[in-house]
């Protein structure tokens, strides 16, 4: 059964770095064609795409998001980890990681709880 789990602190300050890892079990992340993605919804908005990594390592960003983030895998751990730097109130929000086969959501992680205050 394939799972993502995603874990992190659950509180940042402003102007701190975010780091979040997704961790994955169930299938090698180094499977080709998978897009692995990380997506937030602040509260009481609709979801938020921020970018993936692809399984050949090419990465997209949201243009809104790009300056701030890196998405990166480390395949000898089987996850991968969204960086978010330089985050303020607006970061708040719920982050979710999944899995995309080609443009399809095939696996998706529970979401963890992130709240940017001082």
């Known amino acids: 059964q394939v799972q993502l789990r995603e874990s992190g602190p659950g509180l940042v300050k402003p102007s701190q770095t975010l780091s979040l890892t997704c961790s994955l079990t169930?299938?090698?992340?180094?499977?080709?064609?998978?897009?692995w993605t990380w997506i937030r919804q602040p509260p009481g908005k609709g979801l938020e795409w921020m970018g993936f990594?692809?399984?050949?390592?090419?990465?997209f960003y949201s243009p809104a998001l790009k300056s701030r983030t890196v998405i990166s895998r480390d395949t000898s751990k089987n996850q991968f980890t969204l960086r978010l730097d330089s985050v303020t109130p607006e970061d708040t929000g719920v982050y979710f990681c999944?899995?995309?086969?080609?443009?399809?959501?095939?696996?998706w992680g529970q979401g963890t709880q992130v709240t940017v205050s001082s």
């Open positions: 999944a899995a995309f086969y080609g443009s399809a959501l095939t696996f």
């Open positions: 169930g299938m090698p992340i180094s499977r080709e064609h998978y897009r």
């Open positions: 990594r692809t399984s050949t390592d090419n990465t």
